[in-house]
């Protein structure tokens, strides 16, 4: 079989045929999942700890490379229209303005990644699972960090190299983790439903 085959994601085994009204609704739905895990949040400066990652890499793993990253794009468009689903049930034009905004936008590339490694079958095994979640829930810290700092510098206040990492980084290293390896649980579990209920309906 070739490398660049694409398989079926967990979505693909759930609807029975795809159509563009189908992928609007599960691309709809997967921004409404990290819009609801954004409100489970840590108030804390200048970005609060929220649920959000966890939501992307499911959601880029189980809709796969290029409905996850719609699905993120829409949650930052719809967001920056006024839809109050980013932390603390804000939305608006003004979030482009927030030091946290940076990360919502690398929650795009994210999906995208998550999901081609999903599509590769890495969500199947929980070894590449850890890997493909690692991964994904690094990517918005390498958009969010430059933009977080950015922000602060216009606005006045310029952070040092370990300053920025003390306020980017570091409080969501724990975090992270935790949601990391949720993910990572959750992927490969998934699949097992997925191939139990196949052979039951085999029988």
């Known amino acids: 079989m070739s490398t660049l085959?694409?398989?079926p994601v967990l979505a693909d085994r759930f609807i029975r045929r795809e159509s563009a009204v189908t992928n609007l609704v599960l691309i709809a739905t997967g921004a409404a999942l990290v819009g609801l895990l954004a409100q489970v949040s840590v108030p804390l400066w200048p970005v609060p700890?929220?649920?959000?990652?966890?939501?992307v890499m499911l959601v880029g793993a189980t809709l796969g490379a290029r409905r996850g990253a719609a699905s993120m794009m829409t949650y930052l468009v719809l967001g920056v229209a006024g839809v109050?689903?980013?932390s603390a049930m804000s939305g608006g034009l003004g979030a482009v303005m927030k030091p946290s905004f940076g990360y919502i936008i690398g929650f795009i590339p994210a999906a995208f990644v998550i999901g081609y490694l999903s599509e590769k079958r890495w969500d199947r095994s929980p070894l590449l699972s850890i890997g493909a979640?690692?991964?994904?829930?690094?990517?918005?810290?390498?958009?969010?960090?430059?933009?977080?700092?950015t922000i602060l510098h216009f606005a006045g206040t310029t952070l040092g190299f370990v300053g920025t990492m003390h306020a980017g980084f570091t409080p969501f290293i724990i975090g992270g983790i935790v949601k990391w390896l949720i993910g990572a649980a959750i992927l490969p579990s998934a699949w097992t439903i997925v191939h139990k209920i196949d052979r039951s309906h085999n029988r």
Do not use: E, K, M, N
């Not at 979640?133 to 700092?149: D, E, M, N, T």
């Open 49 to 55: 700890i929220t649920g959000q990652t966890l939501g």
């Open 133 to 149: 979640c690692g991964i994904a829930s690094l990517i918005p810290f390498v958009v969010g960090i430059p933009y977080l700092w």
């Open 84 to 86: 109050p689903w980013f």
């Open 5 to 7: 085959a694409i398989h």
